[in-house]
């Protein structure tokens, strides 16, 4: 019987701290962002993004050698958010990021290929 009841109580308790457990929200990106990835092209593979909420909605600007992209599209669904980019002259390129351990995990979709990407919030 005493099992019964400290049984009961643990999954009472994990089921309340699994309630209060905060959904991820668009402020939850806003802030600079570090990534080195070698898979990409030469001249790509440093950058920073720049999540900011400009008239309620979240926005994004990629910085890559000197230059700055403005993010298009930028949607954000539970952990992950997801935006275009047009790069250069390529065509939009896609990145959907997921936040996980207070870093953001995902790839960039350029001409069909997918190239995971790794960032670290700089602080």
Do not use: C, H
């Not at 080195?36 to 900011?52: A, H, I, M, T």
Request: glycine share 6%; hydrophobic share 40%; proline share 2%.
């Amino acid at each position: 019987m005493k099992k019964i009841i400290l049984l009961t109580l643990v999954m009472g308790t994990i089921g309340l701290n699994l309630a209060f457990v905060a959904p991820t929200k668009a402020n939850d990106f806003v802030g600079d962002w570090a990534y080195n990835s070698y898979d990409l092209p030469y001249e790509y593979q440093k950058g920073n993004l720049r999540f900011y909420m400009e008239d309620e909605a979240l926005d994004v600007e990629v910085t890559v050698n000197n230059s700055s992209f403005k993010g298009t599209n930028v949607s954000v669904s539970k952990d992950t958010v997801s935006f275009y980019v047009q790069v250069d002259y390529q065509s939009e390129v896609k990145v959907v990021l997921t936040l996980e351990n207070n870093q953001l995990k995902g790839y960039v979709l350029v001409d069909g290929q997918k190239i995971s990407l790794d960032l670290k919030k700089v602080v």
